[in-house]
């Protein structure tokens, strides 16, 4: 996925949805690419996978997050929605509004938070960074790595933070840094094939967004939030029940794609078989686990 260009300016994309207005503001015009198109698609098809995955990180937001009955909660980056679920199922005489820039997944989950009967959530096609949330609504912002993405981090959490009332709550999980976090360190070690591969730059947008502690301290201070904690969460991360499953999953991964593209028709076969070997090795009675490790990231609106 590409790094989006802060200079880029803005945009006007037009959402899917019929009921919503005809268009919303982006400021994120790559991830908004990416993950309205290709990568929105293969999370939407996949979002059971993608939710086990993480399963074991669910426990340390929702426990964080505090909600009361009545708390009215914003989800970040919410993807098919299951943290907003969580949140709206606890938050019962209160609601739960998920924000996501994908409208494939904002649709998956309207549909999944319907069929669980929560009549108390709600799901905005939108950039978090500069969507235009009424001032002083929610008690608690909440994301379940859905708030690493962004062009200017100070500027899209003063925008969540403005959404807060003073006082208000804000938890984030994001990931720590790519050498922690075996999943994605064994998939391009495996896909490498040779290459000496470049490390995202810290700070980019991307899954290691808010991965340096200092950063993401300096990035919410400036946004209008204090008492930051950063607590480790270290949990392995799920990519299937068996190696064939988490080979199936693994090849549409986004990473994957990328790391193959380029490679000739023989590399790329020996890289997959390695790929497979790799899954396999990591194979356990509980599947296929590989090591992870990421920042709960708690703080209050000043
Ligand atoms: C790694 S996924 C996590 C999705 C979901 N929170 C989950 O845990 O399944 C990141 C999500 O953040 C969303 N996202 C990225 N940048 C965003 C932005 N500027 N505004 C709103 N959503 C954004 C993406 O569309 C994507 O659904």
Redesign the pocket.
Known sequence: MGVPDPNEGNALMTISEPQAAASFHVV?VD?ATA?DGEE?EH?TEHANR??AA?RRYDSYLVDAARLAEDDRVLD?????G??TRDAASVATAGRAVG????AR?VEEARRRSQRAGLANTAFVQ????VHPFESATFDVAI????AM??ADPVA?FANVARALHPGGRLVVLSWQELGRNEWVLAIRKTLAAGRTLPEPPPGSPGPFGLADEVAVRRILARAGFSNVELAPVVEPVLLGSDPEDAFAFVSGLGITKGLLEGLDITTRAHALEALRETLAAHATGDGVLLDGAGWLITGRRA
């Open positions: 994120n991830q993950w929105g999370w993608y939710d993480v970040v980056g919410c993807g098919a299951v943290s924000i996501d820039l994908s997944l939108g950039d978090a960074q994301s379940r790595f859905g993405f962004f899209a």
